[in-house]
């Protein structure tokens, strides 16, 4: 992760949501971000990811459900 989305993250107080999210989210997300040739599409796609992370709802403007397993759960004794 570059220090510029680390920041971003850390001044968002968004870090843990961005942990929280699959490998996959995490990875696009920093790759999108960091291929745009433009510091003012960087910029734009990082705001894009703060707010879909703030949201809880997003993920690169589809819908997103977190997939909130239950511990202790099934089986028999």
């Known amino acids: 992760m570059t220090a510029f989305v680390r920041e971003a993250l850390q001044t968002a107080a968004l870090m843990d949501e961005y942990k929280a999210r699959p490998p996959y989210q995490q990875n696009d997300y920093i790759g999108w971000i960091t291929r745009a040739k433009r ?7 990082l705001a894009q990811m703060l707010e879909e992370l703030a949201a809880g709802d997003r993920y690169m403007k589809m819908p997103y459900r977190p997939n909130r397993r239950r511990s202790g759960g099934q089986g028999g004794a």
């Open 39 to 45: 510091p003012e599409t960087r910029r734009r796609r």
